[in-house]
């Protein structure tokens, strides 16, 4: 199938109330490196599962336990996330070679622009940015909740999200973006230009 957008060389969404943050942010590199079809977008408004055919809370769940969230409280957590949207950076890859559905988006007529929740999320990722006093007010990227769909592993959708969130992180002005990881995952973040540094510690309520 064709790609749903003809032009490769931008990214096929522009800034709206519905994007978490402006789309511009993402390198038009990286959407040209992906499969066919499939685009790097910020999370929208309209991704949860009750009024889309997108499936990003579905996407979380390769990572741990979701859990039951209403169409409202997904908003109100959208809309906290968007108030502090120089903060918190979610983005996805979205399939789009997937027949629309009634509870799904229709498709914008122009090539340049496509509607979130037309096609199937597959994968998704943060990076939340934090601003600190040392480093001169220094500012570090974390990368948070990276999820690829269990058939859709192995594809390099992982590493163009790694990727794109540590693009973000440099251009808003990160001097490092670091995450905390599983040992099994260790050799996928060294392919993505990580490096081991320090130890992790935890504290469960
Ligand atoms: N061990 C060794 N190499 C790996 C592994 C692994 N577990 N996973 C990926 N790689 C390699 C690939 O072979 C590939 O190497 P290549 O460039 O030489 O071909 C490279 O890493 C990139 O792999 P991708 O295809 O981009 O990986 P994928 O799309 O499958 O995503 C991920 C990897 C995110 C770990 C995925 O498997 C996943 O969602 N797993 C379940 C959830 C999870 O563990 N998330 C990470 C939690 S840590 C955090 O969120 C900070």
Avoid at 111 to 128: E, N, Q, Y
Wanted: a neutral charge; proline letters at 5%; charged letters at 20%.
């Amino acid at each position: 199938m064709a790609p749903i957008y003809a032009s490769k060389t931008k990214s096929p969404f522009t800034k709206s109330d519905n994007l978490l943050f402006d789309p511009a942010l993402i390198p038009a590199s990286i959407q040209e490196s992906l499969p066919a079809g499939y685009v790097v977008r910020p999370l929208a408004r309209s991704d949860n599962q009750v009024r889309s055919n997108s499936s990003f809370l579905k996407t979380l769940e390769v990572l741990t336990t979701v859990g039951t969230i209403s169409d409202e409280a997904f908003q109100r957590r959208f809309q906290y996330l968007k108030e502090h949207s120089d903060q918190y950076y979610t983005i996805v890859i979205e399939d789009m070679n997937v027949p629309p559905t009634s509870a799904g988006s229709a498709t914008s007529s122009s090539p340049s622009l496509v509607t979130p929740g037309r096609g199937k999320i597959v994968a998704a990722g943060t990076v939340l940015v934090e601003r600190k006093f040392i480093h001169e007010l220094g500012m570090v990227g974390h990368i948070e909740d990276i999820a690829v769909s269990a058939d859709q592993q192995g594809k390099k959708l992982g590493l163009r999200i790694i990727e794109t969130l540590k693009a973000i992180g440099q251009q808003v002005g990160c001097y490092k973006v670091i995450l905390d990881c599983s040992e099994k995952n260790v050799p996928f973040y060294e392919k993505c230009g990580f490096e081991r540094k320090g130890v992790e510690m935890g504290w469960y309520v």
